[in-house]
């Protein structure tokens, strides 16, 4: 199994930035790909940013180009998303997702909230 726990939530200012972090309960190496998800009042989850084993592949929703970045550092078993200029629209629980073993494992997820 894999326990991931999310840090780096808050309130925040449109305009402004937050980083989150997702560490892993097992290296990192060995899990195939690991993403941020987010989850808005009323609405879907949606896949915010995913990011390969070796972080060669990346991948982004069209509303977060140019503003989010996913990095992961396997040192530390660390997955990161780096969020820029922050709009309201932003709000929600954001969720980091690993997949391991065939099986997808999720963390309890942060809340960010961005005020305008």
């Known amino acids: 199994q894999v326990q991931l726990v999310e840090s780096g939530g808050g309130l925040v200012q449109a305009g402004g930035s937050l980083r989150l972090s997702c560490t892993a309960s097992?290296?990192?190496?060995?899990?195939?790909?690991m993403g941020w998800y987010r989850q808005a009042p009323g609405k879907q989850r949606e896949m915010v940013a995913s990011?390969?084993?070796?972080?060669?592949?990346?991948n982004y929703a069209d509303s977060v180009k140019g503003r989010f970045t996913i990095s992961r550092d396997n040192a530390k078993n660390t997955v990161y998303l780096q969020m820029n200029s922050l709009k309201p629209e932003d709000t929600a629980v954001y969720y980091c997702?690993?997949?391991?073993?065939?099986?997808?494992?999720w963390g309890q997820g942060t809340q960010v909230t961005v005020s305008s």
């Open positions: 997702k690993a997949r391991w073993n065939f099986m997808d494992y």
């Open positions: 097992r290296s990192t190496f060995s899990i195939n790909g």
């Open positions: 990011i390969s084993t070796g972080g060669g592949e990346i």
